[in-house]
């Protein structure tokens, strides 16, 4: 098996698969229930979930996975899946369209693939840590060489009050051209694709991470927790395009 060439494929059926049945839920008049961490879930979270599943544990019996929803399956197998099917789903709940579904391979517990797809817009985004690519084409990040001319994402203000240095925090938001909350996976779609320069997190979990490391590395960026390091080890992310990520580091560490 060419699993380069035939696992890309097989990414895009579970994109399309589970993209079908979030499109028939989108700002339509659904229940949403809160979960134990008193995070939203709804009806399209929970199917899109299980029609990846279903399609993975067919085509892959021998393959774990871990999915937002559902939990671990075959915890210690070499190939693992990891799936968030509405990474942002307060958005989604509100009829915006800066959510995706998350979805990434994983060997040996190192992200080998990653997809961001958000199929409201069809746009499938795939990295591979060596080439990422949207809707077979390839992107990468824009070329920022200071603070002052980036664009600064993030998915949620209040986060990045509570868990970060808010002075430091605040002066990279005086510093940067522009700050906006376009956030949850669409924020690092735009990094990867070149439109923002920095996407921050201080809270993340494993089903929100491991998609965005193949992507935001195929397209030439660089991706960390907030301390600089392997972002396979912290709870929290920073992608940028790579230049300004070291003065960023230090200034929110400061």
Known sequence: MNYLTDLNKFCKLLADESGKIIKQYWRTQIS????????????????????MLEIIMK???????????????????????????????KSFICGAVTFGTLIALTKNNEPILGVINQPILNEFL??????????????????????????????????????????????????????RMWGDCYGYYLVATGFADIMIDPIMNVWDTMAL??????????????LGNNPLIGNSIIATGGVIHKEIIELINK
Do not use: M
């Open 213 to 226: 490391i193949p992507i935001i590395n195929g397209a030439g960026g660089k991706i960390t927790d907030l």
């Open 126 to 179: 795939l990295g591979d840590n060596k080439l990422t690519l949207l809707n077979n084409i390839a992107v990468k990040v824009r070329e920022c060489k200071s603070i002052s001319s980036a664009v600064l994402l993030t998915t949620d203000h209040l986060h990045n009050q509570k868990y970060l240095d808010k002075k430091n925090f605040s002066e990279l938001i005086n510093k940067v051209k522009l700050y």
């Open 59 to 89: 085509e892959f019996p021998e393959h774990g996975i871990l999915g937002e929803e559902f939990g671990d399956y075959k915890h210690d197998a070499e190939y693992r899946w990891i799936l968030d099917p509405i990474d942002g789903t």
């Open 32 to 51: 949403v229930d809160v979960k134990d961490d008193l995070s939203p879930v709804t009806i399209a979270d929970k199917k899109a979930e299980e029609r």
